[in-house]
């Protein structure tokens, strides 16, 4: 498959899928009420359902993928590295433990803002603790390093909620270990896009560095990559992106390991091209995994890391497998 | 010394308690709290739950803060010395059955899942305190004031829904279903087809388009998810375009003589709905 037909093929199916979110759900609304009522700026029942439930939740489950897909696809480009992710090397977990302390010590309801930001802080503090942690091409300390910094602010998330006297607090670890875009409303659209989109933009400049960088890093130095600028870029994309999309709807893994993993072989192994592959892959994983999610168990749905996990955790398995060989692991 | 004796006896008859007249009253449940308080004089009880004196949940605290507070523990219900504990059927599971095998009186009475519950709760609970006639009397002036309140049968029930935070609400073969039959109204899961507590999205509770919607506590300081669920720009709209009610919550969450206060609240939004 060529590369315009794969990225014409993925914009497709993403179209597609968007577009069945907007009619799942547990009241039955065809299509024809879906464009009248879209259309119009009516009060009615169907017209609320859609512009204030299923759109937002669309929209979210759109970014969110696009943040995971291409933060993944880049981080396993500049760290050339196979394994990385933003929920296995700990980024997510960060992240929401940022969110978490925004919104129960009440932060968020006086600064909406804060929210984002607070999420975006602890996906940087990830970032700079992982690289003081290890050193260059090391995949397993990465990973270790990433599974220790999970586990920490998983604890301290579970920490803060179970020491919040709000009653419901405890019972939402759940939503922030596994995930969920569950009637999330166009307030945290507002919130978190904008954000996704400035670290969408950064990250697509790094392509052409991450192209040459595959070269090796002595050859890409002499081809004047400017490596610091580029791990710059990566880290601060990944972190704006995936910290704002953490921010509204909790850790969801492995989205951004399999989407460039499966996409790669189909771009040439070009980063350049794999980026925005990955965006588009990564957006109809999670819209799919979110319409799965409401088809499985309507009425209690099932959070979404669940799905994502059920997929992401053998093929992650089986990557390690691959691999063994290659990085004596 | 005939006339001693007869003096002795009658002493001791007044310090030991007659079998049907516990002197020394615990009860280790929020709901078996308030009955117990609504029937007995209160040098008869040696202690409550310590939930019957918070307003959250009590509708009696004034009157629980006067008396001794139990955590429903067995040691310290042990040192209480009673001569009947009163438990619930669910709650302090554990207690109530190492008191049950201490050989202490227990009586267990169910949380009331209707009106009819309520009567018969209060008739336990007076039979096993010796204030039967005080139960009998309670439920008289409750019956009275539930014909005045009761809906006309043959009038149209509209549709009631308490949106409890993260969607949960009452389905049918509950008190608050009860009390909403009783009131002309309809709960979520008599339309829906559910029991006991059901989990209704915001997407079903607009679908549903109710008459009259009841959040209940928020829970908003300090804030959770939950909590500001209830700000969610598709509720604040349904909410913008339908009647509200705020039933205070220890009035329903326990079958009481109080609970009509409930009713009242409801079958007076009913009648505004007209």
């Known amino acids: 498959m060529t590369y315009p037909l794969l990225m014409i093929v993925l914009t497709v199916a993403v179209s597609a899928a968007f577009g069945v979110s907007l009619l799942t759900g547990p009241s039955d609304i065809g299509l024809a009420e879906l464009m009248s009522s879209l259309g119009s700026a009516g009060a009615d029942s169907t017209a609320l359902i859609l512009e204030e439930i299923r759109l937002p939740r669309a929209i979210l489950g759109l970014a969110i993928g696009a943040s995971l897909g291409l933060s993944g696809a880049a981080l396993q480009g500049y760290l050339r590295n196979p394994l990385a992710e933003p929920g296995i090397i700990g980024i997510s977990a960060t992240a929401a433990l940022g969110a978490v302390i925004a919104i129960y010590t009440g932060l968020s309801l006086a600064y909406p803002l804060a929210l984002p930001i607070l999420a975006i802080a602890g996906s940087v503090l990830a970032v700079l603790v992982l690289q003081l942690l290890v050193g260059p091409g090391g995949a397993l300390s990465l990973i270790l390093a990433g599974v220790a910094l999970s586990s920490l602010a998983g604890a301290l998330t579970s920490l803060a909620l179970n020491l919040s006297p709000n009653p419901f607090a405890a019972l939402e670890i759940i939503f922030w270990m596994l995930g969920s875009i569950a009637d999330r409303s166009m307030d945290h659209v507002h919130l978190a896009v904008p954000f996704m989109a400035a670290g969408w933009v950064v990250l697509m400049t790094t392509a052409r560095s991450l192209d040459v960088l595959s070269l090796g890093e002595e050859t890409a130095g002499g081809l004047g990559v400017d490596l610091s600028r580029t791990r710059l870029l990566v880290v601060t994309g990944t972190a704006i992106s995936v910290g704002a999309a953490t921010a509204v709807s909790g850790v969801i893994g492995f989205v951004g390991l399999i989407v460039p993993h499966l996409l790669r072989p189909l771009v040439g192994h070009r980063p350049s091209r794999l980026l925005p592959a990955s965006a588009l892959g990564g957006a109809l994983l999670l819209l799919l995994s979110d319409i799965g999610v409401r088809l499985l168990t309507p009425g209690t749905e099932l959070k979404l890391g669940v799905l994502t996990a059920l997929v992401g955790a053998p093929f992650f398995l089986s990557l390690i497998l691959r691999h063994r060989s290659t990085y004596g692991l | ?274």
């Open chain 2, 1 to 274: 010394m005939r006339y001693l004796l007869a003096a002795a006896m009658l002493v001791l008859a007044s310090v030991r308690p007659a079998p049907a007249m516990p002197q020394r009253i615990v009860s280790i449940n929020v709901c078996t709290d308030q009955l117990l308080m609504a029937l007995v004089e209160p040098e008869r009880i040696a202690s409550v739950s310590f939930l019957a004196a918070d307003p959250a949940t009590s509708v009696r605290w004034r009157q629980a803060a006067a008396l001794h507070l139990n955590h429903g523990r067995a040691e310290e219900i042990m040192a209480l010395q009673p001569d009947l504990v009163v438990a619930g059927t669910y709650a302090a599971r554990a207690t109530a059955s190492i008191l049950k095998k201490l050989g202490y009186t227990l009586l267990e009475l169910r949380p009331a899942a209707s009106i009819q519950d309520i009567r018969d709760n209060l008739l336990t609970l007076g039979q096993a305190t010796g204030s039967l006639n005080q139960a009998r009397k309670l439920i008289d002036v409750f019956d009275q004031r539930l014909e005045r309140l009761r809906y006309p049968a043959e009038g149209t029930r509209k549709l009631f829904v308490n949106y409890a935070l993260n969607g949960w609400t009452s389905g049918t073969g509950t008190l608050v279903a009860d009390l909403a039959h009783h009131a002309g109204f309809d709960v979520a899961g008599d339309r829906l087809g559910f029991q006991g507590l059901g989990n209704v999205s915001l997407e079903r509770l607009i679908l549903l388009s109710p008459d009259l919607i009841d959040l209940g506590n928020d829970w908003a300081d300090p804030p959770s998810l939950a909590s500001q669920s209830q700000g969610h720009p598709a509720l604040q709209s349904l909410l913008q375009r339908t009647a509200q009610v705020s039933v205070d919550e220890p009035l329903w969450s326990c079958g009481t003589p109080w609970t009509l206060d409930a009713l009242a609240q409801l079958r007076q939004a009913r009648d505004a709905l007209e």
